[in-house]
């Protein structure tokens, strides 16, 4: 089965930039979607198919993927940014969805 | 506007059978190109993808689960049904459904677009 891998935390200023990895074997080869998450609420989808964005989603989200790490960059960094974020693709091997473990994102 | 909305039972006993169902507005599942996922959550724990129905009938599940789970569509009522056989402590969790477009040829999709609320399933006896 896939795995996918993220790191479990990321700390970041306010203003500054987020970047939260996805790594997983030949990443670059399938299509990434991400999703943010906090507390208490279902998750929202942030990033899809690497790096377009749903509408309503601000553009200082964005999202790449290439070899083994696909990456969600928040840019201008925000206090309502703090959640978690999961990545997501599809195992063709087995036809089905894959989640990461998720990153929390701290807003110091 | 596309909205979803889990629905069934907050406690079930170790071994029984657990249904949830996802009622939906919005959108048609028997338009093309439209799937509904069950995705689960662990209180403190990652997401976990369960099982998805698209609108041709066609259904993909977890490897894992794959013996336990049985994802049903009812067009006409614009519901899905989880069924979860089985159940353990260990299935303790918030189980959600969400709406998603297949991608060409059903290798992925454009990701989980809109999710319901969620609902909170405990096992225990």
């Known amino acids: 089965s896939y795995v996918l891998t993220q790191p479990p935390s990321v700390s970041v200023a306010p203003g500054q930039t987020a970047r939260i990895t996805c790594g997983g074997n030949?990443?670059?080869?399938?299509?990434v979607h991400w999703y943010q998450q906090k507390p208490g609420q279902a998750p929202v989808l942030v990033v899809y198919?690497?790096?377009d964005r749903p509408s309503g989603i601000p553009e200082r989200f964005s999202g790449s993927n290439s070899g083994n790490t696909a990456t969600l960059t928040i840019s201008r960094v925000e206090a309502g940014d703090e959640a978690d974020y999961y990545c997501?693709?599809?195992?063709?091997?087995?036809?089905?969805?894959?989640f990461g473990g998720g990153t929390k994102l701290t807003v110091l | 506007q596309i909205t979803l909305k889990e629905s069934g039972p907050t406690l079930v006993k170790p071994t029984q059978t657990l249904t949830l169902t996802c009622t939906f507005s919005?959108?048609?599942?028997?338009?093309?190109?439209?799937?509904v996922g069950w995705i689960r959550q662990p209180p403190g724990k990652a997401l976990e993808w369960l099982a998805l129905?698209?609108?041709?009938?066609?259904?993909r599940y977890s490897p894992s689960l794959k013996s336990r789970l049985t994802i049903t569509k009812d067009t006409s009522k614009n519901q899905v049904v989880l069924t979860m056989t089985n159940m353990d402590p260990v299935d303790t969790a918030t189980y959600y459904c969400?709406?998603?477009?297949?991608?060409?040829?059903?290798?992925?999709?454009?990701?989980?677009?809109?999710w319901g609320q969620g609902t909170t399933v405990t096992v225990s006896s």
């Open positions: 030949n990443i670059g080869s399938k299509s």
């Open positions: 919005g959108f048609s599942l028997s338009t093309s190109g439209v799937g």
């Open positions: 969400a709406h998603s477009i297949a991608a060409a040829g059903k290798e992925g999709s454009y990701g989980m677009d809109v």
């Open positions: 198919d690497d790096s």
């Open positions: 129905i698209y609108w041709d009938d066609d259904k």
């Open positions: 997501q693709v599809w195992d063709s091997s087995s036809d089905h969805e894959v």
